[in-house]
């Protein structure tokens, strides 16, 4: 890697204006990701601003029935957190599927929103790639492409996002709270990360400076049943082939609301609104479920070699919700 | 031949003793190749071709040397001419020509490793790129029959099938793995007046000491090469790579100072060996009870195209089941690949994949369970060659593990149990690996203030050699193991054959017998301080009249989940006949570890080559899945008392490879009883149950 200089923020002014100054200035969290990608030639900044002391890293109650979680607060925290065990077990359990302890224990929340993709083409500097250097090329299409996107793809990008946390937070209807040189501002979760369009380079509508400070929940009570289901093919420390994040609020025997994320199938979180609107009002038969989920799955175009992830998506997605809905059943 | 240790009144061999190294490497004090602390070191990066094939026209070398702490960028103009270049893949920095991507064509030696990887990066190669082809399949015109491995044909395989009641032909595939111990490929090179001192993570200090020796054109006792601790080999520190060379031939240009060089994770996908791919047709004849009348096996497999290597996964054809018709044939493809090398058990391990479904198809067809088939087709003599076995327990293992596994009440039906979403299967396979011995093996013992020296060239690469030489010394002398100082990884120890082909402890432990009973011989039961003696590793005239190969049977419970496929093991057993167990406790690490690989490779393991770029895209461990914790819940290994008087002076077989061979086959026969879905391709993963 080359040589940067590190520098360790005390404020989040002060390092918002370093970071904004600076082209080749970035915010440094855990590192997992961040550290991996200087070896690997991915990123060259030439200075590192560390926010991880400056950042709030707690959950607190807010006045209106949601929670803030500072985004310096470690994956491994988050996810034992009780509140957030009690009121959004799909975040607590997103989380814990995600990565390994010792990598949780490092990784923040703002970090990991961040996290880039794993596609092994855009981690292979000798190899083209258009999410990195603009312009030159897709190496994805054509070549390995089990982890990447079957929805809201491009030409010029099949990546996916590889956060199992941004999943649940979709699904949550969770807002991130950013400060950028000119104060803060608010972007709902599912309007952080972008579709890859023809412009892949940009992940999320973030500029150049601008740093997390926190997340924000709203107010769900039905979420204190929500599930997340990772599918993969180790059993732990593996990246989602396809992900659901879910809860259903059910009485009567109707789908009063549901709220459904899926992962592993895009550039960013994916919000299955159609599958939501199906769900709406429903009554949950196994034939509503399957409805629901080709919805969601209609416009799904798989590439040559992951053929197999919209059936897999579909079922996933059926399966977390039958258990949902049984669960709520047997309550 | 085994009565020497049958006598003896202290018995450490077989007894369940601690690691006698496992203090020093638990406390972080057991020192590795790279940590050997020497003064003032150099750091090496390798420069890596970014083309598949082609020549290096010309390299750029102005922006890396203006990185501060930069000492020289190694190119094959100022490298050192080898003396001796008979093995191309060694032939490193000899030419500008490129025969694989990610081939080493330099390396920048500097100050800090920092400094050495950032300014690779700034290294601007200029190619002449030539077209090349790297794609592996069984329908390629250019395939060929290597020299080792002619076609062995007995009887009419042909024949049989055509006129069989019950016939299976099939082709089942592997993939290409690597072999990727935990420690990196590292070494620290120095080159003084004296000669080249090599820190090596390698399977045999003495065989890095004679092959560089003869690359370098030096007497091999101006060569020492050091290895106390070696974290993991597999097969690809066995031979040598580049590495090693490349890390001599920066020392050559910097007399006297010590050259780092660790391998990245990445860099491991590159220059270190691999598992071929192979693509295996099956072809079994039977009668309607599941008798064979003929089993054949055809492999194609990959090297490369600048250095032969074979994996000879028709072997275990050769041994496994009785039958009057028998083909077993190898074709290669040669690829603008890196060469392949060996990997646990290579050979048994991808060539007992293809035949156990086989089997396990069989049954399915003749509606006979799958333990009873292999039973029914027990050879009584080795079935290639028809010399008898020195032993042979195939049927007593697959017995007790059917015991143990709780296989007698399995309804032969597949797709009939579901628990909580899950679909439940069992399966079987057998597993086998030969009872090698390496010859060349030096032991010496001395007796210094009250305790015996024994001293041998070995290596430990986590197997626990240590522990179990430690052992064998004490009951060959009739010492307790206390009395015992033992000695290995250092070349300048007598010599030692390599860690390889499980014949480690058998051959160093049976050299170390000969030199206790000489050293005995000469100086009796009580000797005088400084007394000395050596002996070299007897010939075991045994060898010639008898086969002699280990066996085991490997039992899975496998659940395919009903929605998403997904695959895991909740149970492995396997029971081995492998001759006397020297030491309960490393034994069972060594059976547990191989069925733990071989759980990873029926799962995960895949080394996906991206033909376009002409190399291994999921080079790191996050995209090439290794089995983890999770994956493995109730792992058990146990072994049958086996008495073999002929195999070596210990009574012992080979266990560090076995554990792995059938595996995959156990656990994909398993995965076909629980869903009905026949997998004849690795690894099995969740795509292949899907609806
Ligand atoms: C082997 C491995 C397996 C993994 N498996 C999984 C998995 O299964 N599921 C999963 O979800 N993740 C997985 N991860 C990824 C892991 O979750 C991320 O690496 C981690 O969450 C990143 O957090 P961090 O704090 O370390 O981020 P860093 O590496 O420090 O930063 C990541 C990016 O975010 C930016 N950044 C950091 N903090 C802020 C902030 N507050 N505001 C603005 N920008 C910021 C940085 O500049 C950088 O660009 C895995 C990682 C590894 C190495």
């Known amino acids: 890697m080359n040589p940067f200089d590190y520098r360790r923020a005390e404020d989040a002014a002060g390092a918002v204006a370093t970071v904004a100054a600076d082209p080749r200035a970035m915010f440094l969290g855990g590192g997992t990701n961040l550290v991996d990608h200087l070896k690997l030639g991915i990123v060259d900044p030439d200075l590192l601003v560390d926010v991880t002391r400056l950042l709030p890293d707690g959950v607190e109650p807010l006045p209106d029935g949601g929670v803030r979680i500072g985004a310096g607060m470690r994956n491994s925290d988050l996810a034992a957190d009780p509140l957030i065990r009690r009121r959004y077990p799909v975040l607590s359990q997103a989380l814990l599927s995600g990565a390994s302890g010792q990598l949780r224990n490092a990784a923040t929340t703002g970090g990991n929103l961040l996290q880039r993709t794993r596609c092994v083409y855009f981690q292979d500097v000798t190899m083209a790639c258009n999410k990195r250097r603009p312009g030159s090329g897709c190496s994805a299409f054509g070549g390995y492409t089990r982890y990447h996107a079957i929805l809201g793809a491009s030409e010029h990008c099949i990546a996916t996002h590889p956060s199992d946390m941004a999943v649940a937070l979709s699904a949550l209807d969770a807002t991130v709270v950013v400060q950028g040189t000119d104060g803060e501002r608010r972007v709902a979760m599912t309007e952080l990360h972008r579709l890859p369009g023809d412009a892949p380079e940009r992940d999320t509508v973030l500029r150049h400076g601008d740093l997390i400070t926190a997340v924000e929940l709203p107010d769900l009570p039905f979420a204190a049943r929500s599930r997340y289901r990772k599918v993969r093919d180790r059993a732990s420390y593996a990246f989602a082939l396809v992900s659901v994040a879910a809860a259903v609020d059910l009485s009567d025997g109707v789908i009063r609301e549901a709220r459904i994320a899926l992962g592993g199938v895009a550039h960013k979180p994916w919000r299955a609104t159609r599958a939501e609107a199906e769900l709406r009002g429903a009554r949950p038969t196994e034939e509503t479920l399957r409805a629901a989920a080709e919805a969601e799955l209609a416009e799904a175009r798989p590439v040559e070699g992951n053929e197999f992830k919209p059936t897999l998506a579909r079922n996933t997605l059926v399966a977390t919700l039958r258990d949902l809905v049984e669960e709520e059943r047997t309550r | ?691």
């Open chain 2, 1 to 691: 031949m085994s009565g020497l240790l049958e006598n003896t009144s202290t018995r450490a061999i077989g007894a369940d003793i601690g690691r006698v190294d496992g203090p020093a490497k638990v406390t972080g004090t057991a020192t590795y190749a790279f940590e050997h602390q020497l003064n003032a070191p150099a750091y090496l990066h390798p420069i890596q071709a970014t083309v598949v094939r082609g020549r290096v026209r010309e390299f750029d070398t102005r922006d890396a040397e203006a990185v501060p702490g930069v000492l020289t960028v190694l190119t094959h103009d100022n490298a050192a001419r080898l003396a001796d270049i008979g093995d191309a893949e060694l032939a490193v920095l000899q030419s500008d020509e490129v025969a694989h991507r990610g081939q080493v064509i330099g390396a920048v030696l500097a100050e800090t490793p920092e400094a050495a990887r950032q300014a690779v990066r700034l290294v601007r190669v200029h190619y002449e790129e030539r077209s090349h082809d790297v794609r592996f399949s069984a329908a390629r015109t250019d395939l060929y029959t290597p020299g080792e491995a002619e076609d062995d044909e007995q009887g009419d395989l042909a024949g049989a099938m055509a006129s069989a009641p019950v016939t299976v032909d099939h082709t089942y595939t592997t993939p290409m793995e690597h072999n990727n111990p935990m420690e990196p490929h590292s070494t620290i090179a120095v080159w003084e007046d004296a000669g080249l001192t090599l820190y090596e993570s390698t399977q045999g200090v003495h065989s890095v000491r004679s092959t560089m020796a003869e690359l370098f054109g030096l007497d091999p006792e101006r060569v020492r090469v050091i290895a106390p601790h070696v974290g993991g080999g597999f097969g690809s520190k066995g031979p040598l790579h580049p590495p090693v060379v490349l890390a001599a031939l920066a020392a050559r240009l910097l007399p006297g100072r010590p050259v780092k060089l660790a391998l990245t994770r990445q860099q491991m996908f590159d220059l270190v060996g691999y598992r071929s791919p192979t693509i295996q047709r099956v072809r079994l004849a039977a009668e309607p009870d599941g008798r064979l009348t003929g089993i054949g096996i055809d492999v194609t497999a990959q090297t490369a195209r600048f250095k032969e290597f074979l994996e000879q996964a028709g072997k275990p054809t050769e041994v496994m089941y009785a039958a009057p018709n028998r083909r077993i044939t190898h074709r290669l493809a040669a690829l603008d690949v890196a060469p392949p090398t060996w990997m646990r058990a290579p050979g048994e391990c991808p060539g007992m994949f293809g035949p156990e479904v086989a089997m396990d198809e069989l049954a399915v067809a003749c509606g006979v369970d799958p333990v009873e088939l292999r039973v029914r087709n027990e050879p009584g003599t080795e079935p290639a060659s028809g010399r008898p076995f020195s032993s042979r327990n195939l049927v007593a293992c697959l017995r007790e593990g059917a015991r143990r596994f709780g296989w007698q009440d399995r309804d032969p039906e597949p797709r009939r149990r579901m628990e909580d979403g899950w679909l439940v299967g069992t399966g079987v396979a057998a597993s086998t690996y030969p009872t090698g011995q390496m010859p060349g093996s030096v032991a010496a013992v001395r007796f210094e203030d009250g305790h015996y020296h024994v001293r041998i060239g070995a290596a430990d690469i986590g197997t626990g050699a240590w522990t179990v030489l430690t052992q064998i010394a004490a009951d060959a002398l009739g010492v307790p193991v206390t009395a015992v100082r033992l000695r290995i990884g250092d070349s300048s120890l007598p010599s030692a054959s390599l860690a390889g082909g499980s014949t480690g402890t058998v051959s160093w432990g049976s050299t170390i017998v000969a030199a206790a009973q000489a050293f005995r011989e000469r100086h009796g039961t009580a000797p005088a301080d400084g007394a000395e003696a050596r002996a070299g590793l007897p010939d075991n005239p045994n060898r010639e009249r008898y086969a002699m190969h280990a066996f085991g049977a490997q039992f899975a419970e496998v659940r395919v989940h009903a929605d998403t496929g997904e695959v895991r093991v909740p149970r492995l057993l396997g029971v081995f006949a492998a001759g006397r167990i020297v030491n309960p406790r490393t034994a069972r690490s060594q059976f547990i570890g191989g069925m733990t690989m071989g759980l990873s490779m029926a799962l995960h393991e895949d080394s996906v080559v991206d033909p376009r770029f002409g190399c291994v895209v999921n080079h790191d461990l996050a995209e090439y899945h290794i089995a983890a914790n999770a994956d493995v819940v109730d792992l058990q290994a146990h072994w049958i008392d086996e008495a073999d008087p002929y195999v070596n002076p210990l009574g012992a077989k080979g266990i560090g490879e076995i554990g792995i061979v059938g595996t995959a086959a156990a656990i994909v026969n398993a995965a076909y009883h629980a869903t009905g879905v026949r997998v004849r391709e690795l690894p099995m993963t969740l795509e292949h149950f899907l609806a």
